[in-house]
């Protein structure tokens, strides 16, 4: 029966839909952890006047400025469909997986009717 389960394109598909879906749920959870964003280092030049001349002061700055989503209801939102979603995907998973299990064992029972048949038919 394993077998059957395995070698079903249809289910193949359908666990690759539940993946995504899972997949789904990390990506609405990641919305709302905190993120940084960079520039680049920028060197600059600042003049200080110590004498007439002037004293000339290289510097070079680069910054990070951490971030949240501040759509914490719409991140919690999005999370539960994500989560729900994956629920019905999982669901429709293991449906078709018990529909292809009982056409598997369906077509055994077949077999072994048939076989019986044949088997009784040569003994008359």
């Known amino acids: 029966m394993q077998i059957g389960l395995l070698d079903r394109p249809d289910l193949a598909a359908e666990r690759a839909q539940v993946i995504r879906a899972a997949q789904a749920i990390r990506s609405a959870r990641s919305q709302y952890l905190p993120t940084a964003h960079g520039r680049p280092a920028t060197p600059s030049t600042i003049w200080v006047n110590i004498n007439p001349?002037?004293?000339?002061?290289?510097?070079?700055?680069?910054?990070?400025?951490?971030?949240?989503?501040?759509?914490?209801?719409?991140?919690?939102?999005?999370?539960?469909?994500?989560?729900?979603?994956?629920?019905?995907?999982?669901?429709?998973?293991?449906?078709?997986?018990?529909?292809?299990?009982?056409?598997?064992?369906?077509?055994?029972?077949?077999?072994?009717?048939?076989?019986?048949?044949?088997t009784t038919a040569e003994s008359w």
């Open 53 to 118: 001349t002037g004293v000339s002061v290289r510097t070079t700055s680069a910054g990070a400025s951490p971030s949240r989503s501040s759509t914490v209801f719409g991140w919690q939102y999005a999370v539960r469909a994500a989560t729900l979603t994956a629920d019905a995907e999982a669901s429709r998973l293991r449906n078709m997986e018990q529909q292809v299990a009982l056409q598997v064992y369906e077509s055994y029972q077949e077999l072994r009717t048939a076989t019986v048949s044949v």
